[in-house]
């Protein structure tokens, strides 16, 4: 990577799409930065060139190919071409699959996969001409496991996976190009807030919980020195484990872990969120200390389940 690259985000004006621009602006990176919200992107913007980094904002949706492509010539026109795409637009969705409105499920499957999808076209269109460039595209850990109430973000991030598998083997004859896929876990960020919901409580991200600003250092990381796959997350393995080595465990565990874990006590009316457009987060509540301690209770005992999955098919085998 370039000591000044030229780095597109997607997804730029909030979560892991923010602390992204702002590790990179720290670098002195030049950025492209796009997003629906054009007020949130612009104090993204602001914030990066504050740092020192030139820093131009496109308002665009990843579900368009036009503004897509408009982002990319954007880049192109400021900077002369682009070195990195990172791409981190995702929305999502709460509640049982029969429960989630047809029209729902389909814009968060639209814009998690197929957005992904057009970003990747559009992108390695530009590597193909340069013969160089970085893809990383930001998965889930919901993309190698499967959790309730959530079968559209799910949906979304087991497609990108094996679309990010099917584009690593397809650009392996560009040896100058690369296509990641950086995969957290639980991380603080404001989409759990506002996913639309129809699970009747408001989302909230099942503990451990790790910090955007991580996520970001990974993708940094993957930038410099790419990496097919990264994982970002302690107990990301163990749950994996988990989920392949004792499906049955898994799957008694997992519907109460999420119920306790995974959803507030925080009560909501059905909602769309912003899945079709952008919202600010509703802001969150001062729980009861007592009330708080339910979710790390059940990440805590996701881990020891997972931890005795593990120790018990060790101590299995012959």
Known sequence: MDATPVVVITGASSGVGR????????????????ARSESDLETVAADCRAVGAQARAVVADVTDGDAVEAVAEAASLAYGGIDVWVHTAAVMAYGKFEDVPAEVFDRVVTVD?????????????????????VLVLTGSLLGTVVTPFTSSYVTSKWGLRGLARALRLETRDAPGIHVCLVSPGAVDTSIYRTAANFAGRFGQPPPPVDSPEKVAAAILRCARRPRGEVSVGLVNPLIRFGFVALPAVYDALVVPLMSVGGLSREQVAPHHGNVFTPIPPPPKPAPARRRSLAAPAAGLALTAAAVLTWHATRQSRP
């Open 113 to 133: 996969l197929l957005g992904a999808a057009t970003v990747a076209r559009v992108a390695l269109r530009r590597f193909r001409a340069r013969e160089r460039g």
């Open 19 to 34: 602390a992204t621009a702002l590790a990179f602006a720290r670098t002195g990176a030049r950025l492209i930065l796009a």
